[in-house]
């Protein structure tokens, strides 16, 4: 389950930065992109974007919702909320690790 | 805006063109969005994750005895590998002659088998082009052209270049393949890296004057190089993945 995003080449920060952004609850393609940037700094293009949303849909980790006028929102789906789960403490195991040893290191 | 959007591919259009020029309405793009756009189409064609309807499986027009017929021919390629491997054991132990440029090995008594063994990797290839999936274009292209151009070696054999031109078709089979989430990824690798070797036989057969003695051995080690890309062809044959086909990312 932790390479379903490994696999997903130049993808798959964006992607897991949609599926952070979808943890709160479902948006639609405008709203994750102005998050991503509000949370992580960094822009993401709207070709990166919609990459990363067909990845992640079609791999069942998020579903789309009815439209909105012309905006369809996106939500996590289970198998999405477990893989963001196990990144997340992936990554938090990696930055325990690497603080850890900083911390250690002799003056 | 909508002018680039254009540059997806139909089905990609039909499932997220209508979000994404809305998207796009809302905060006019700047240049490297609209560069981000450009590369996004690319990579829908490349990578489609969005498919048209019958673009998954082998093609809708495939009947169950297509299917069966090619699993048969899978088995007569990886026979013909075999038979492949006995024509130039054949070929290796002939009798040797001397002519006026010096001696030789006649393999003529190879030559039933090495028409045997083509024939069945031509059954193999055309097995190819009726069981890949319709969105695996390239795989479909590199088995026409390895077939056309094994036809083209089988009456022309002192020929090399159709037999590399053949070799370069299976390569593009097996990528394409490969691609199309059709082949396992050990059967490419397999097919690709025994195609690399073929081609790599041939141009040092042709860059170094050799004796023919030696270019008979160059040329044995080219057929033995070979035996993997034909049992890929086989093998995909024979189990071929289930009929959802995902595309690699």
Redesign the interface.
Known sequence: MTNALG???R?AEPAMYILVSLADGPK???AI?TDVEAFSGA?M???????A???L??RGLIEALE?E????PYRLTTLGETTLQAQLMQLNSFVRTGLGRLDRKPS | MSRLVRLYPGA?RS??E???????G??P?TI??R???????V??HLHP??LDPGETGPSPTVTEDARHLARNLGFGAVGGAALWIVAFAVTLVGPVRYDGYGAYRDGSAAFPFLLGAVSLLGGGLGGQLVSLPRNARLARFGAAVALLFLIVWGLQPWQFWTAGTMVVGLAVLAIGAYRAGAWPTRTSVAVVLSCLAVVVMIVIGYAISVDRMTGAALLAVAAAAFVPAWLGIGTSLISPPGRSV?PR?
């Open positions: 696999e997903l080449g993808f639609h393609g405008y992109m822009p293009g709207p070709g990166t974007l919609y990459g949303l067909a990845r849909e079609r439209p006028d012309r905006r369809r | 990609w499932r997220y209508v979000e994404l020029v809305e998207l796009l809302e905060r793009p490297l969005e560069f981000d756009v450009i590369r996004g189409a990579d829908a994750q969005v995902t990312a």
